[in-house]
């Protein structure tokens, strides 16, 4: 047993080692912000992003028509190869970019849910890696306090991040604010709004704020909604990662969404959870903290975590669809190797190394692929219903 004053240094210095830690294993592995990069692609799976054959791709560099490839030496032979970046140039030099920045009505996309580790954050990843990986333009914005998502794009919460870096500027002071707070990341097509523990700061800031303030600000769960029209005509999407809880920074991104997307593991406690969110969820969109304003207008529930060899998998799903069928999603992701190393590596299953002849990792990445393509046709749909194709 140690006492109070004892245990409180205890804590301390093991959050101080652990932030050490943290910092030296993000090193090692390459994931610091300063170090990261995008995984080099060979010509075919970069004819496949462009929609186009080897030969073509080939045809297209020969004549000068698009940016000169990068060369790798693999033995004797010097190999053609592209990262994302260089392929969504190659779009722009040919015209083919889906990028439409002013042209249409940018969608705002939140993942939420009530229960941890049902692949909130995983899935906020990947599919704003996806979309960018597929040419559009995309603000990532982070409302949990613990940082999944910005830890994944190389960032240290505790040493790189100080409380105006992060949302609570916005939501107490002023929602033009968060023009300062938007940052470029290792993809030229995706900028970052970070969080950090930080944004704590605003839940109990924000109850205790005098009448004056509120009045001024606007409704506490709209702020992050009104500062997104200063920016969000910059980009195509905005998708949005949020805590696993019914919290200010939560309730404002469930306000801000257009699609709102609920990850449910097919589990029974994670099924129980996500009908008390739903009793949540109706209890938020009838008071005023919105100020009336409810923008959602797509609801999707995603299976995770799915053992396709399970009994009572099967019997979740079932579960679930019996609950939601409308608005259950096609596409589910499977429990996969590859999908845990992307935890281990704080990256995503797009940015792992291994090409098309690794065929666990391409069976994860069409597994992702599928869910992301449903999400991205409800984005389409969403656009052409806004006059925007």
Not at 11 to 22: H, K, V, Y
Not at 48 to 71: F, M, V, Y
Not at 107 to 120: V, Y
Not at 356 to 376: C, K, P, Y
Request: one cysteine or more; aromatic letters at 6%.
């Amino acid at each position: 047993m140690v006492d109070t004053v004892q245990l409180e240094r205890e804590m301390a210095a093991m959050a101080g080692r652990g932030t050490t830690i943290l910092q030296r294993f993000m090193e090692k592995t390459g994931r610091r912000h300063q170090t990261v990069h995008l995984p080099d692609l060979y010509v075919d799976p970069a004819a496949a992003l462009l929609e186009c054959s080897a030969s073509q791709l080939r045809k297209l560099d020969r004549e000068g028509e698009i940016p000169a490839p990068r060369t790798v030496q693999t033995g004797s032979l010097a190999r053609r190869v592209y990262n994302y970046n260089e392929i969504n140039h190659i779009r722009m030099a040919l015209g083919k970019s889906p990028s439409k920045i002013g042209q249409r009505s940018p969608i705002c996309i939140a993942f939420s849910c009530l229960k941890g580790g049902s692949g909130k954050s995983v899935h906020s990843l990947h599919l704003i890696h996806y979309l960018a990986m597929k040419g559009y333009r995309v603000l990532a914005v982070d409302t949990d306090p613990q940082a999944t998502l910005t830890t994944a794009f190389g960032i240290i919460p505790e040493i790189d991040l100080a409380l105006e870096d992060v949302l609570v500027p916005v939501l107490i002071e002023a929602p033009q604010k968060i023009k300062a707070i938007v940052r470029n990341t290792h993809w030229d097509n995706i900028d970052l709004i970070p969080s950090s523990p930080h944004l704590n700061t605003a839940e109990w800031v924000i109850p205790r704020e005098d009448e004056k303030l509120r009045e001024q600000l606007g409704a506490p769960g709209s702020r992050l909604a009104q500062a997104l029209n200063h920016i969000k005509h910059q980009y195509d999407a905005i998708v949005i990662d949020t805590a696993p809880s019914i919290s200010i920074g939560s309730t404002n991104a469930q306000v801000a969404a257009n699609m709102l997307i609920i990850p449910v593991s097919l589990q029974i406690y994670h099924i129980a959870s996500m009908i008390q969110y739903l009793h949540i969820q109706s209890e938020i969109h009838r008071r005023t903290w919105n100020g009336g304003q409810a923008n959602t207008e797509i609801v999707r529930f995603l299976p995770t975590n799915v053992d396709t060899n399970s009994g009572s998998t099967r019997e979740m799903d079932a579960l679930l669809h019996a609950i939601c069928a409308q608005f259950k999603m096609l596409a589910s992701m499977p429990r996969t190797r590859e999908l845990e190393r992307t935890g281990y590596q704080q990256t995503s299953l797009y940015e792992l190394s291994g090409g098309l002849r690794d065929s666990t990792l391409q069976r994860a990445r069409d597994a992702m692929d599928r869910v992301n393509a449903e999400i991205l046709r409800d984005m389409q749909t969403w656009w052409m219903k806004h006059g925007d194709a």
